[in-house]
């Protein structure tokens, strides 16, 4: 399209067809800013695709637990087509109600992408396309369908199976990394023990300054071993009091994390409100969720103007406090809408939200896949709303007497999806 094209005025009648065109998958390609994916390279154990997959993701088996359908014990003593039958059976074949939870609506989609029948009364022909179709193929169909070019991942050294791939492992280039720190922060005398058997002397106090120097180098030396470090990481209790450094948290933040991360430019993401096992016995799937204060993390972005901060809450009521703070701060933006927080309706409200606060000052969506078929209901629930509330945005300009051009909403949507938007990390 030509410039003068797309700078023509739109009239009012035009800008919904517009917005849809511009967002769509095939004009619109992103990097998914975090996701818990690795490429095929990295072996069918750390990289997950497959109709038992995305049966099994943990969206979806906490239905089946929370349904009183199957004991977590017996359901994780079957082998994983079992589990994937018995989960097809019973929440798809022969449901108690009708499943419009984004688990259950998820699985459906990136079966009818992928071209297989949502409604098919077994797994049989589902089983028969993946056992015909190789990883590459199924990675390559669900990045092209989602509208995705990158993929940063999730990468927690302190986890021997992960460990092992970076140490030694090949990397697709499409892959960038998030160097996790979850255990490093939260969890630093199991997390400590480990240090100390790879040699780093890191002693109990992690405020001490033989801690704090060898923290760092363990920082730097896996920052150099893992591929593309794009951000550090970090999910956090609700109770957490990140900014104080009489916490075991606040003074491994303060001391270590934090200026190594503004050392080497990159942003520290921070995603509070997880309430860790809730549920023990349901694995991934028993995690909960909890309100936050937001003070602390307001205090920690104020005591921290040369980094730049991400910031995810997991409790819906959070949203809001998260879009005031990046309204007075410009060191943080506030990032996607993950887990609980992932139902289209809040997704909607949330969305409005921040464009009416902030303009486009945060980055719209992530995925936060585990399977890689999770990219394309995702991403393409993603894109159905900001297509609908974008072009409700639009409207509102166009009737306040604004002129609405193309090269306009592709200005708004390139900007919604670029992360470096942070002065202190250019
Ligand atoms: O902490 C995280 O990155 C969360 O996304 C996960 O812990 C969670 O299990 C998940 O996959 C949510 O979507
Ligand atoms: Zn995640």
Redesign the pocket.
């Known amino acids: 399209m030509s410039v003068s094209q797309s700078d023509k005025p739109l009239a009012a009648a035009d800008i919904a067809a517009v917005v849809e065109e511009e967002v769509n998958p095939q004009q619109l390609i992103v990097d998914d800013w ?1 996701t ?1 994916l690795l490429s095929p390279l990295a072996g069918p154990t750390l990289s997950l695709h497959g109709v038992d997959r995305l049966l099994t993701y ?2 979806v088996r906490r239905k089946l637990f929370a349904g009183g359908h199957v004991s977590p014990q017996e359901f994780s003593s079957w082998d994983i087509e079992k589990q994937g039958d018995f989960t097809w059976q019973t929440l798809f074949v022969d449901p108690p109600s009708d499943g419009f939870d984004e688990g259950c609506h998820g699985v459906t989609v990136a079966m009818r992408e992928l071209g297989l029948d949502p409604n098919a009364s077994t797994l049989k022909e589902a089983r028969e396309f993946y056992a015909d179709t190789d990883a590459e193929t199924i990675q390559q169909r669900c990045m092209q369908l989602a509208g995705v070019k990158r993929i940063v991942g ?1 990468q927690d050294v302190f986890n021997d199976d992960e460990r092992a791939y970076y140490e030694n492992g090949e990397w697709d280039e499409r892959y960038y990394s998030a160097f996790r720190l ?1 255990e490093l922060v939260l969890h630093y005398p199991r997390a400590a023990a480990k240090l100390k058997s790879w040699g780093y002397k890191v002693d109990d106090d992690p405020a001490s300054a033989d801690s704090i120097s060898e923290i760092r180098r363990f920082l730097s030396d896996w920052q150099g071993k893992l591929h593309n470090v794009v951000y550090g ?1 970090c ?1 956090f209790p609700p109770t957490c009091r990140v900014h104080d450094t009489q916490t075991q948290e606040g003074a491994i933040l303060h001391h270590a994390v934090l200026p190594f991360l503004a050392e080497l430019k990159l942003p520290f993401f921070m ?1 509070p409100g ?1 309430i860790r096992q809730l549920s023990p016995s349901w694995g ?1 799937a028993g ?1 909960g969720c909890g309100m936050c204060d937001m003070n602390p993390y307001q205090q920690l972005i104020q005591q921290h103007p040369q980094n730049a901060f991400f910031i995810t809450p997991l409790h819906n009521a959070n949203q809001y406090d998260v879009s005031v703070m990046t309204c007075h701060f410009d060191n943080v933006m506030a990032v996607g809408h ?2 609980f927080n ?1 139902h289209p309706g809040l997704v909607e409200a949330d969305l409005r939200m921040r464009l009416e606060m902030t303009g486009a000052r945060f980055i719209a969506f992530n995925s ?1 896949a ?1 399977v890689m078929e999770n990219l394309v209901p995702k991403w393409n629930r993603y894109r159905e709303i900001l297509a609908k509330v974008l072009a409700d945005k639009y409207l509102d300009l166009h009737h306040g007497g604004r002129v609405v051009t193309r090269a306009g909403i592709t200005r708004t949507l390139s900007a919604l999806f670029e992360p470096n938007r942070f002065s202190m990390t250019r």
């Open positions: 975090h818990h943990h969206y999730t979850d990481a999910s995603m997880p991934d995690d993950w887990w992932f936060d585990r």
